[in-house]
């Protein structure tokens, strides 16, 4: 197991922005993708982006083009959302795995974001 620390999140007007950070504090030789999912009231959670170790990326549709993510080093991400809207309120989570999916990895404790009108 990775232990996960994250930071940022809080609350924001619509059209405002926030930066998301993701650090592994262990066994980071272990970690391949590196991702951030999110899960609103309600709903399940669900993708919003990941980055591998070959620097290969993947965005849900719903944030394309207005989150970026970042991979600092190996045991470190980032996630910058632009253009926040209030259907991105959720709590946000960090993911590591080694590659066999993000079920079988590493969970941060989730941090929550709140976009208002």
């Known amino acids: 197991q990775v232990q996960l620390v994250e930071s940022g999140g809080g609350w924001v007007q619509a059209g405002g922005s926030l930066r998301l950070s993701c650090e592994a504090t262990?066994?980071?030789?272990?970690?391949?993708?590196m991702g951030w999912y999110r899960q609103a009231p309600g709903k399940q959670r669900e993708l919003v982006a990941t980055?591998?170790?070959?620097?290969?990326i993947k965005y849900a549709d719903a944030v394309k083009d207005r989150f970026a993510i970042f991979r600092i080093n190996r045991g470190r991400v980032s996630l910058t959302m632009n253009n926040l809207r209030p259907d991105d309120t959720a709590v946000y989570y960090c993911?590591?795995?080694?590659?066999?999916?993000?079920?079988?990895?590493?969970w941060g404790p989730g941090t929550q974001v709140t976009v208002s009108l």
């Open positions: 993911n590591v795995h080694g590659g066999s999916g993000p079920e079988s990895g590493s």
């Open positions: 262990t066994n980071i030789f272990t970690i391949k993708t």
């Open positions: 980055v591998t170790g070959a620097d290969e």
